[in-house]
């Protein structure tokens, strides 16, 4: 296995960790292009912190092989440590000193004389909207400043790897936002990201390449667009001009198209997954018979929209479970003491 030649960041073949009775990583292959955000997506438990430490060389695999820009992971585990690095789910920085502060001694433990050290300290907290919180200690920092300085730190010297675990979790809206466009310009720069998130929209806003795992195994691989196509043709979104009407329309829904039915949130929406396998009927016939058996039915239909899987349904039809339930007793590796930026 060498990713020198085959243009790959990372590459993994059979990577298992077990903790007691606990396989958290169970068999991991992945094939990470360079330059790229490769989302690795699952529930809370599923093994993304595990693997990603055993990458980042924080921890030793029981078996199988991982290379990183062609280095073992094991066996070159310096070679790795100088082109990667990991920002982890809690703050990697002295919550007592200010952002300048943990910049410059970040910056001098690097190697950095102290003028460049805090000439690079100023460019990322300017870079990252931190410049007129510079001054202040982190401790009086937003949660989503926080990971702003965190992921600054990481790119002090510019890595060719950034390990991303979870990075905007119990961040408001606006602050996954910024973290996003700040992901997008690490990528931009030349830097690869492998991303784990539970959040399926985060996967598919950045990630050009998803792998979805659960229970320790990754049980899909592919694009957005690949992993969309292969649970099926899309979906009906329909709204009704009478709620009451709701149940019947879910009732002739089932049995016009075989398909589940979800009610939603509002009184008036339903959405039934479309098959490719429902007669090889086409995404649009599927929805005209399924408009057909509505009208017959005496229900009004006030809106109307034909789509593409979202990666909710994607991952619901893959596991079973949604990326909420988490895998009870898994990933034990995880210890904030631990999540560090390398």
């Known amino acids: 296995m060498s990713t020198q030649t085959s243009g790959l960041a990372i590459e993994t073949a059979g990577l298992v960790k077990t903790f007691g009775g606990t396989r958290a990583v169970d068999g991991v292959d992945l094939a990470v292009p360079a330059g790229t955000v490769y989302g690795v997506l699952g529930p809370n438990g599923a093994g993304k912190t595990t693997t990603v430490r055993m990458l980042a060389t924080l921890l030793r695999p029981d078996s199988g092989e991982a290379h990183v820009f062609g280095h073992d992971i094991v066996r070159e585990a310096d070679e790795v440590r100088g082109r990667v690095s990991l920002t982890g789910q809690y703050a990697s920085v002295d919550e007592d000193l200010t952002g300048t502060e943990n910049l410059v001694l970040l910056a001098r433990l690097l190697g950095h004389r102290k003028p460049p050290a805090r000439t690079r300290a100023a460019q990322l907290l300017e870079a990252f909207g931190l410049t007129d919180a510079a001054g202040k200690q982190v401790k009086h920092y937003s949660g989503g400043m926080r990971r ?195």
């Open 148 to 342: 702003r300085i965190d992921i600054a730190a990481s790119i002090l010297n510019t890595p060719d790897l950034l390990f991303l675990d979870e990075p905007t979790t119990g961040l408001d809206p606006r602050s996954r936002n910024q973290v996003w466009d700040i992901v997008r310009a690490v990528v931009a720069q030349g830097t690869t990201v492998l991303l784990t998130t539970q959040y399926l929209d985060e996967a598919d806003q950045l990630a050009s390449r998803i792998a979805v795992i659960d229970r320790g195994k990754v049980i899909a691989e592919g694009t957005k667009g690949e992993l969309k196509a292969s649970v099926g043709a899309g979906s009906v979104h329909l709204r009704l001009r009478d709620p009451g009407q709701r149940p019947l329309a879910a009732d002739l829904l089932r049995r016009a198209l075989d398909a589940q039915v979800q009610t939603e949130a509002d009184p008036v929406a339903l959405t039934a997954r479309l098959t490719t396998a429902a007669g090889n009927d086409t995404a649009a016939e599927q929805a005209a018979r399924a408009l057909s058996a509505l009208a017959r039915g005496g229900i009004t239909v006030d809106n109307f929209s034909l789509g593409q899987p979202s990666l909710d349904e994607v991952f619901l039809a893959l596991t079973g479970h949604d990326t909420q339930q988490p895998r009870s007793g898994s990933d034990t590796s995880r210890d904030p003491k631990d999540e560090v930026a390398a």
